[in-house]
Nanobody
């Protein structure tokens, strides 16, 4: 079984910064893609940023030049550095990973529980 646990959410003023972390644990052989998604009240979930195990990244247009995704493969952890935050960034941020699980020898898509980010104006 594989779990993703997010941390780092909270309340911040517009223009401020937060750093989210997502740690994977369990029966892991390897992790391919890791990503961050967000869902604001009344809106659909959207991809914020993603990173492959080789370090290739992609971002939503709305966060380019403000957010940076990174990962530590040795720790099975991905980070999302969020700068110049805006009220419209307010959402629940969820981590997602494509994991090759040891016990079942299969690829699984795993989701975290999410962490709330609130940006006040």
């Amino acid at each position: 079984q594989v779990q993703l646990v997010e941390s780092g959410g909270g309340l911040v003023q517009a223009g401020g910064s937060l750093r989210l972390a997502c740690a994977a644990s369990g029966s892991i052989f390897s992790i391919n893609r890791m990503g961050w998604y967000r869902q604001a009240p009344g809106k659909q979930r959207e991809l914020v940023a993603a990173i492959t195990n080789g370090g290739a990244t992609n971002y939503a247009d709305s966060v380019k030049c403000r957010f940076t995704i990174s990962r530590d493969n040795a720790k099975n952890t991905t980070y999302l550095q969020m700068n110049s935050l805006k009220p419209e960034d307010t959402a629940v941020y969820c981590c997602n990973a494509d994991v090759w699980e040891k016990l079942t020898d299969e690829y699984l898509e795993v989701w975290g529980q999410g962490t709330l980010v609130t940006v006040s104006s």
